[in-house]
């Protein structure tokens, strides 16, 4: 074990690891950087961080990919005209790029292209992800972006997909957009980190995070050990505001969401198979909730389909997992039925994720207030998948280099107005 010598202001943890001489307390420094939670947002950064030659140590309390966090469910949309918003378009094209490299480097299959359509009338004041307009919005960053697309009439759509029940609905086509396997990115960018040296702690759980006393390292306590590094990246998803004080913890509501899979009627099963069915959202009505998204089959039977839901606000430790037959029958009433008809009512397979939200649906990515040496990267509103490959690039650019190439102002934890300081359960401080 390395150890460096620090001036210390506040004795932490001394039963454990450190031990004070003459005022110079000798700490552990376990590693250039620590990640806490090797979800979607922490195995891009390790992987980014080990690449570049940092000693990095990364811990979850689980051992991703796991279906407890918000990175399961076998696919998920990556698009690139961005209509939560213009600045996630060079997050968006870059992982596109990342993502072919990861392929490359694994030698594995990560994203698929299918093509995606959005389905929105222009009646329709319903929301996605946050955002109105949402076919509107994408257009708009597609023509600004240059991003290769097409505006569909209702009758170019009946005709190109007659899969959709579309009544006055209008298209935008992207040619680009397609899925990730979620838990093969986890898994193939944990494996490269590795390859590349990062020290990866698996069913460890991170229980206090402390800065030093002269607020230039931090100090990691968890079940197992107590950890020291010049720089931490908290990306815990839906754990994140345990590591926050309340004032900051406040905005960030997590959300129980349900993934579905409906059956397909037999003799129209290649219909809905890639090449054939693309990605699609639509948006339909004036209720906030109005709106569902699904993919091309994976397995030849069935289609994963949901919708989105910001009722009721939950944790990871007390959501309800289980999905009852009433959830799925609400589900093919009021989205699949009348849509898709050739969609049947028997659900295959459910499963139940979390969205990690902010008041305006957006990110957080941002040095903690007053603690430069501590970065927050998690809460990402349920469309943050996609650009994850990006995220872990930015994070290790900021970290290593102290800034990165694309611009994340927007993302910053200020703009919520909360008290700066860091808090986290058990901290001094
Ligand atoms: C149903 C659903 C559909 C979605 N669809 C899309 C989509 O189509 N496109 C898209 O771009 N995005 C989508 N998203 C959003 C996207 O999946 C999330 O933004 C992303 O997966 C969040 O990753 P994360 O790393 O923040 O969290 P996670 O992957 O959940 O990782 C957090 C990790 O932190 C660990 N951790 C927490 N606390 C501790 C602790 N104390 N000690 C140690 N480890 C800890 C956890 O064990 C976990 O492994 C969807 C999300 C859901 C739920």
Redesign the pocket.
């Known amino acids: 074990m390395r150890l460096f010598a620090r001036h210390f202001e506040i004795a932490l943890f001394v039963n454990d690891v450190t031990f004070v001489l003459y005022g110079i307390t000798m700490m552990p420094n376990n590693a250039d950087t620590i990640v ?7 195995s891009a950064a390790v992987y980014q961080l080990a690449k570049r030659g940092h000693r990095v140590l990364g ?4 051992s ?1 990919p ?1 279906d ?4 399961h ?1 076998e696919t ?3 698009r690139q005209a961005i209509g939560e918003g213009e600045e996630y378009v060079p997050l968006a094209l870059r992982s596109y790029e990342l993502w072919r490299e990861i392929e490359r480097e694994a030698g594995k299959e990560l994203l698929v292209i299918t093509g995606g359509l959005i389905l929105e009338s222009q009646q329709s004041n319903s929301m996605m992800h946050g955002r109105r307009h949402f076919l509107a919005q994408s257009t708009q960053c597609a023509k600004r972006f240059n991003i290769r697309h097409e505006i569909l009439e209702p009758r170019d759509i009946r005709q190109r997909y007659p899969q959709f029940a579309v009544t006055n609905e209008w298209g935008y086509f992207e040619y680009e957009t397609g899925y990730l396997r ?1 838990e093969s990115c986890v898994e193939a960018q944990l494996h490269l980190a590795k390859r590349h040296g990062a020290n990866l702690q698996t069913h ?3 229980l206090a995070i402390n800065p030093d006393g002269l607020n230039r390292g931090v100090l990691v306590k968890t079940d197992r050990a107590v950890y020291g590094a010049d720089k931490l990246i908290i ?5 994140v505001p ?1 590591f926050l004080k309340p004032s900051h913890a406040q905005h960030f509501k997590v959300y129980r ?1 349900v ?1 579905f899979w409906f059956r397909i009627r037999d003799d129209l099963q290649n219909q809905f198979l890639r090449g054939k069915f693309p990605i699609f959202i639509w948006v339909f009505g004036n209720r906030e909730n109005n709106v569902f998204y699904g993919f091309p089959s994976l397995d030849g039977k069935t289609i994963k389909m ?1 919708d989105e839901q910001y009722v009721k606000v939950t944790t990871p430790e007390q959501v309800d997992r289980e999905i009852t037959a009433a959830e799925k029958n609400a589900m093919y009433e009021n989205y699949v039925l009348g849509r898709l008809p050739d969609i049947t009512n028997a659900c295959d397979e459910a499963a139940s ?4 939200t902010t008041p305006d649906s957006n990110f957080v990515i941002d040095f903690y207030p007053e603690q430069p040496q501590v970065l927050i990267a ?1 809460p ?1 509103s ?7 490959a990006a995220v872990g690039e930015v994070l290790a650019e900021l970290v290593v280099e102290g800034k990165s190439k694309i611009d994340i102002s927007s993302f910053g934890i200020d703009r919520f107005n909360a008290t700066p300081s860091l808090g986290g359960k058990g901290t001094s401080g």
């Open positions: 806490v939670g090797l979800g979607a947002m922490g811990i979850d309390q689980l991703p796991h407890y966090g918000s990175s469910g998920r949309i990556i979620p460890e759980k991170v990306a815990a998803g839906s754990w345990q969401q993934m949901a994720c979390l969205y990690t998690s990402c349920g469309h943050g998948f996609k650009h994850s």
